[in-house]
């Protein structure tokens, strides 16, 4: 298999770089500034490209391989890969599910707990101090609080399985209701805000999710409740969510994702009520491994002509 | 000022006491001993206060209270303590003078047991260190060398002192996927965690530790040397008990020289100083001793100390919730 070329679109985890590298003839992608000129000489080899939720294969790439036969994103998101071009040309695309599932349910718990017990700022007041000259002050209870969930798949399912733990309330908000779930069912966004202290977005980006936390969605939650995003930045307005923070409109947010990564808004800095996270789910060093051997299986599985182990198309 | 108001002798003092004095002080006499460098006899005397005028005092750990502090109120019956914990008073001196010493009880056990769960997460999950990064990944500068993160799930993680706390812990850590067991005084019959007699046995089979037990003369510095090399060198230490819990300063050098992976600290030998070594590593959470410390908590132990010194003073028991003994 080492002479298939595999066009790597970004920095990976390095176990990840190492084994394609071993087992493939990788490109790697960003070592070439001149792309045009790059794809012109290499295209007829490449017939896999390895990707990431930020880096995704358009129409123009897919153009430009006419060689590819699949594509194998680093990551569960693949908002940033078309598709239907892919399905048009018989071209397979695998992701990396489930394996992410549990490590970004735990950083959600990890996040509301940093939101709501200031464990980040706590950690800053004694760093810088404080803590000789006074107590930090009152937090607020995380056990028994209302957790609404938008979005009841794997990541939701598991986020509320922790939270009940917690001995907190479940509600949440889904496409269509999941009657085999106990949990209480909202049949708007809005609605679920009105009627929860902690909102979690936890469904996938889709043109019907896109901005699905809004103005209307901030003041529903209000100033006692938090948000907390472990989907995609676009999940959220985010100069809404700024002005609603600002101006105490909403209590406080727990943040993993943003609009335009790695930009993330000034304002938000400082703001105690606030912790910003640089797309850290999915860090650690076990999921890492595992959606990498996710990825190697795939392209394995397709190259050997057997089933694959992830497929979305 | 002499009144005919009941004198509360108040040392510490508890964070509770600029509100409770403001809502109560036309139904008590609060003498604010704490804020006085005088010893107890002159410090009643320049009040005209007579020793025997007082039967009950409300406190909290920041200061000790004393055999013969106890010994000098012969009136004294009853010892509200706004903390769980009761190693700050002489016990068996209160057992000896029959005081009846009042507790926060279970009052704390959920936020304590949220907090250490978010210490653990936090420590794992890399979510402070991650949290200082998040300014220099928007000017995308490197970020700084933050240790790997590390999943929750499948970590073994062994409790020191399976009591209100640790029982609390250990129902919040269950969903996450971990391997629970426990060390403590006494085997529980009624729980599915593995028992082991020690500390030190507990540590060499888990990765995490919760040190969630009673401050006693047994447990200083239950988590020693010996625990701390069982444990080894991937492991982690969360405390949501006392700082004397701990050989501080072993696990301050074992830290900083990499014999240990992180530790998640609320509490510390000599609060609130903590060891300048601890705030430049990456792999610990630090906290100003904050676990129990929300609002709701704050709430509760007001109603609960009003009922109490109410019930007490008026001889008549009470219609709502009163502290432990």
């Known amino acids: 298999m080492e002479s298939i070329g595999v066009l790597l679109l970004c920095p990976v985890f390095s176990y990840l770089d190492q084994e394609l590298d071993k087992r493939f003839k990788l490109y790697r992608y960003w070592n070439y500034p001149q792309s045009v000129q790059f794809l012109k000489e290499h295209a007829n080899s490449i017939r896999a490209v390895v990707g990431n939720s930020n880096y995704g294969t358009d129409a123009a790439l897919i153009d430009a391989l006419p060689k590819l036969e699949i594509v194998s994103s680093n990551s569960v998101g693949v908002d940033k890969i078309d598709l239907n071009k892919c399905r048009e040309k018989g071209i397979r695309v695998t992701n990396t599910p489930d394996v992410l599932t549990d490590e970004v349910a735990d950083l959600t718990i990890g996040l509301i707990l940093a939101v709501l017990r200031r464990l980040c700022e706590c950690d800053r007041y004694v760093r810088s101090g404080k803590w000789k000259k006074g107590d930090y002050k009152l937090t607020t209870k995380f056990s028994g609080k209302t957790v609404g969930i938008i979005g009841l798949g794997r990541i939701g399912t598991a986020v509320a399985k922790r939270a009940e733990a917690f001995n907190c309330k479940i509600s949440y908000y889904s496409r269509t209701e999941k009657p085999e779930s106990n949990y209480k069912y909202h049949p708007s966004v809005v609605e679920l805000a009105s009627n929860c202290n902690i909102l979690v977005v936890a469904c996938p980006l889709t043109e019907e999710t896109h901005h699905i936390i809004n103005r209307e969605v901030l003041n529903a939650l209000g100033p006692k409740g938090i948000l907390i995003n472990i989907g995609r930045g676009k999940h959220v307005d985010e100069p809404e969510l700024v002005s609603a923070l600002l101006e105490g409109r909403v209590g406080g947010a727990g943040l993993d994702v943003f609009e335009d990564e790695p930009n993330v808004p000034e304002e938000l800095f400082g703001l105690e009520n606030v912790v910003l996270l640089p797309h850290v789910g999915s860090a650690t060093v076990e999921t890492r491994t595992a959606m990498a051997d996710l990825v190697l299986g795939n392209l394995e599985a397709h190259f050997q002509g057997k089933p694959l182990l992830t497929p979305l198309v | ?325």
């Open chain 2, 1 to 325: 000022m002499a009144t005919d108001l009941p004198n509360i002798l108040v040392m510490g003092p508890p964070l509770i006491f600029p509100d409770f004095q403001s809502q109560y002080s036309h139904s008590y006499n609060f003498l604010t001993f704490f804020a006085s460098s005088l010893p107890l006899p002159q410090y009643l005397s320049s009040l005209n206060i007579l020793p025997s005028s007082i039967r009950a005092i409300l406190c909290n750990n920041m200061q000790r209270v004393p055999a013969d502090l106890l010994r000098s109120l012969p009136s004294l019956a009853l010892l509200v303590t706004t903390t769980m914990g009761t190693d700050h008073i002489d016990m068996p001196e209160c057992r000896r003078l029959g005081v009846r010493v009042a507790t926060a009880g279970g009052s704390f056990s959920e936020d304590v047991a949220d907090f250490a769960l978010g210490l653990l997460i936090d420590v794992l999950m890399r979510i402070s260190a991650a949290n200082r990064c998040a300014k220099k990944w928007l000017r995308s500068e490197l970020p700084r060398n933050i240790p790997p993160a590390s999943r929750v799930g499948g970590k073994r993680v062994g409790i020191v002192g399976l009591g209100k706390i640790g029982t609390e812990v250990a129902k919040r850590l269950e969903p996450f996927g971990c391997k629970i067991m426990y060390t403590s005084r006494t085997k529980k019959s009624s729980v599915p965690y593995p028992f082991y007699g020690s500390a030190v046995e507990v540590a060499a089979e888990s990765d995490v530790l919760v040190v969630c037990c009673s401050l006693t003369e047994e447990t200083h510095h239950i988590v020693d040397r010996a625990v701390m090399e069982a444990l080894g060198k991937e492991g982690v230490i969360v405390n949501v008990g006392r700082g004397s819990l701990i050989d501080e300063k072993e696990l301050v050098r074992r830290l900083v020289s990499g014999e240990i992976g992180g530790a998640g600290l609320d509490v510390f030998q000599n609060e609130p100083l903590v060891p300048c070594e601890l705030l430049s590593l990456d792999n610990v959470v630090l906290s100003p001793h904050a676990a129990a410390v929300t609002s709701e908590s704050f709430h509760h132990i007001m109603e609960l100390v009003a009922a109490t010194l109410h019930a007490f003073f008026e001889n008549k028991p009470s219609l709502t919730p009163v502290m432990q003994d």
